[in-house]
Structures are given as C-alpha cells and as structure tokens.
C-alpha cells in the first residue's frame, strides 16, 4: 500500500518532501518516503501555473508507482466570513461546471466523481485523533481557472454554492476516481476570497497567509501522514 500526497507550492520544499528519494514517471518528478510517495502538483523544482498544470500526467503517474490512496493539501480563498485565515476543511464536494479533464475517450468518460467517504472519515479520524488543529468536516470547494484571483462579482456567485475556491482540487479528485483511486481533499485558508474580507484582497495578503500557517501545516502533516501510511 502507498499513499499519494499532492502538495503545492509551498510544502515541496518543506522537511516533509525533502527526506523523499527522487522518483520519476514520464517526466513527472515526486518524492518516495517510507510508505509514501509525494507529488508536487506544480513541479519539482520549477512552478507550472495552475492553469497549465498536467493533472492527467500527475495522477498517471500517482497510480504508476503504486498509490492506492490519495490525499491532497492546498491553499484556498475562504467564501465565508466566519472561515478565516487558518481554517482547515476537508472537503466532501465541489462546484466546478467548466473542469472536465478525462482520461477517456469513450462512454467510460461518463462518470460520477466524488470525495471517497471512506477515506475522507479515516482522514479526519487521524487529523483529530493526532493534532491539535481542528479540522472542518466537510465544504464545497469551487474551482476555478486561475491563475488570477477572482473578482468580487465573481466572489459573490460562488459563495452561493460554495465555502472555499481554489484552482486545482476539483481536476485531481475527478481524475483520482477515473484511476478508482480513493481521493480526499485538505484545504488550508490561507486568504480571504476576493470582497469577503475588509479590504480588497491583496497578493501581500495571500503570501502572507501561506507563511503564516506553513509551521503549523507542516508539523501537522509530520504526524498525520505516517499514521495514514498504515491506514488501508
């Protein structure tokens, strides 16, 4: 058994990833670790935006060595007031009408996707059960194309179905399920969306978000992911 864990930016270069053993699949660099295998989403070792992000050659490549379970951690704008800075979900649904990527050429393309239940109860059991974070059970997360921030229009209509926006969860999780791999999604609020906070959202305010909550994400992850790694 190997977990898969997908991280942005700026987790790859974390202690987490750097004790990881270089490891490649058609051009997809990722990091063993004992029971594990990490897969930085916009590269090792270089930045590719969000929008041109190869998902489909990033789960391939997930599947190919052996991840049989996956769990994502990434950065969101929250859509909600009462979801600051710091907040963690795990999410159990997304709104994204415009993401289709598919692995298929066929009526096999015609698929449901979702957050696998299962292994989103084990996650959260282990993040409760090891941290001293909390950790809120469920979300809709909305993804969007990026890789600029949204408007406050923009902001507006997603909060009305949504609780979190982010550019790269929803094409992981619909791809995951493709491979029948179960996918859970750990999103970290590392901003307010765009017209939800005080002031307008600024690219200070995201980066300063993400270093804020790094440490805490990071010793965080250093407990929950090996106790995952032994959880079917």
């Excluded at 990722?30 to 930085?40: I, N, R, S, Y």
């Excluded at 489909?56 to 969101?76: C, E, F, P, Q, T």
């Excluded at 090891?130 to 194309?145: C, N």
Aim: overall charge negative; some cysteine; proline content about 7%.
């Amino acid at each position: 058994m190997t977990l898969g864990l997908i991280v942005g930016s700026a987790l790859h270069r974390s202690p987490l990833a750097r004790d990881g053993r270089p490891v490649e699949h058609a051009g997809i660099g990722m990091l063993e670790l004992d029971g594990a295998v990490v897969l930085p989403r916009h590269g090792l070792g270089t930045f590719t935006l969000p929008h041109r992000i190869d998902h489909g050659a990033n789960l391939a490549a997930l599947v190919a060595v052996g991840a049989d379970r996956i769990l994502s951690v990434s950065s969101v704008g929250s859509l909600r007031a009462e979801w600051p800075v710091g907040t963690c979900v795990l999410v159990d649904d997304f709104y994204a009408p415009n993401v289709n990527p598919t692995r298929f050429t066929d009526a096999r393309s015609h698929f449901v996707p979702g957050f696998d239940p299962v292994w989103r109860t084990a996650v959260a059991d282990a993040w409760r059960a090891m941290t001293p974070t909390p950790i809120i059970d469920g979300g809709v997360y909305a993804q969007t194309t990026g890789p600029r921030f949204e408007t406050p229009a923009e902001v507006r209509a997603l909060a009305r179905v949504a609780d979190v926006v982010g550019m790269t969860v929803a094409s992981e999780c619909i791809l995951a399920g493709e491979h029948g791999v179960p996918y859970a999604g750990l999103c970290v609020v590392d901003n307010f969306a765009n017209g939800i906070g005080v002031a307008p959202l600024t690219v200070e305010e995201y980066t300063d978000g993400v270093a804020a909550n790094l440490t805490r994400l990071l010793d965080d992850l250093a407990v929950v992911v090996p106790t995952l790694v032994g959880t079917p």
